[in-house]
């Protein structure tokens, strides 16, 4: 691993606590990173929060679920399928794969 001059590793500080305000919530992604079954809701909800994000209002509308479903599936998507699931400044959802090490 190589070293960051101070300069370089201020401005990776800076950019690092800029993208954590940015982000409002977040479920963190556990363990391997396990897709769920390309037929499933939670898949079709993952593809879309890949894309372009969702509200949680448009996700409880496309897939006809309540509220408290919504918030279920986004924190399974982190826990059973490990993928980080945040909510942005924006008010829209967000999935991405775990950075690996």
Known sequence: MTKLNPEKRKA???LVKQAEEEVIRKF???GEVKPPRPTSKR???L??????GLTAEEIAEKFDWKPRDVMDALRLLAKANG???????????RA???ETK
Request: charged residues 40%; without cysteine; glycine residues 10%.
């Open 12 to 14: 990776v500080k800076k």
């Open 28 to 30: 963190v992604g556990r």
């Open 43 to 45: 898949a079709r909800m």
């Open 47 to 52: 593809r879309e929060l890949r894309e372009d």
């Open 83 to 93: 993928y980080n699931v945040s909510l942005g400044q924006d008010g829209r959802w």
């Open 96 to 98: 991405t794969e775990p």
